[in-house]
């Protein structure tokens, strides 16, 4: 008696996620042939019945860096009769990386083992289009962090005029623009050069920081009643 069940190719990708391709394959165990779709051929960088599938190939194309080989996987189903589903990469013989999900289902008879059968499911495509995703986010949030950086140096910029001019925060918006467009220079490299020079003089001027420190005495005083 035999028992055998069809594996999903697709049940163990993660939501929305799609399949460049899905191709199937079978072992048959007692007889030690392999039956490859052409799909899987493509997989490993092949013309359809151009080599001969099996372990050995498997072993070959499997990434160095994957802890768990392919071939070690389809050789435990065999051993237990379970079934399975594992992410691998393969090094195809084109030289591409291929990134790949394999299901696969124990056909089992008398307590022995006669085939091993499934499909593999091409990611590649997905894989690197995340990868790319990732690099446009860390490329964002770098422009985000500059763009923090500008306009913080921008309000510095800002609250200088405003207390050497007395002028509200629009209007020193304004001056600063203004200056901007006559030199012909960035609106954040005109704050940067601001700041640095009112910085390199030490302190601020002598009005301005009397004037200051007025207000800020009677802002810290008891309020009027």
Do not use: C
Not at 30 to 44: C, K, L, N, P, V
Not at 92 to 116: H, L, P, Q
Request: avoid cysteine; glycine fraction near 8%; proline fraction near 4%.
């Amino acid at each position: 008696m035999s028992t055998s069940r069809k594996p999903d190719p697709l049940s163990d990708l993660p939501a929305g996620q799609r399949a460049d391709q899905v191709g199937m394959y079978h072992w048959d165990t007692r007889a030690a042939r392999w039956t490859w779709s052409s799909e899987i051929f493509q997989m490993y960088g092949y013309q359809a019945g151009a080599v001969e599938p099996g372990l050995e190939l498997v072993t070959k194309h499997g990434h160095p860096t994957d802890r768990r080989q392919l071939a070690a996987v389809f050789d435990e189903a065999r051993r237990t009769g379970e079934p399975f589903s594992a992410q691998q990469r393969i090094l195809a013989a084109d030289e591409s990386t291929r990134a790949v999900v394999v299901v696969g289902d124990v056909e089992v008879e008398a307590g022995e083992t006669i085939g091993v059968h499934g499909y593999y499911v091409d990611l590649t495509t997905a894989r690197v289009r995340e990868a790319e995703q990732l690099s446009e986010l860390a490329g964002e949030a770098a422009g985000l962090q500059r763009a923090m950086a500008s306009r913080a140096t921008i309000e510095q910029a800002k609250g200088m005029i405003m207390l050497a001019y007395g002028h509200d925060s629009a209007a020193a918006f304004e001056l600063l623009i203004r200056v901007s467009q006559q030199s012909n220079t960035k609106l954040r490299d005109l704050a940067d050069r601001l700041v640095e020079a009112v910085h390199a003089a030490g302190r601020p001027p002598e009005q301005a920081r009397a004037y200051l420190e007025t207000v800020l005495a009677r802002l810290s005083g008891p309020e009027d009643v």
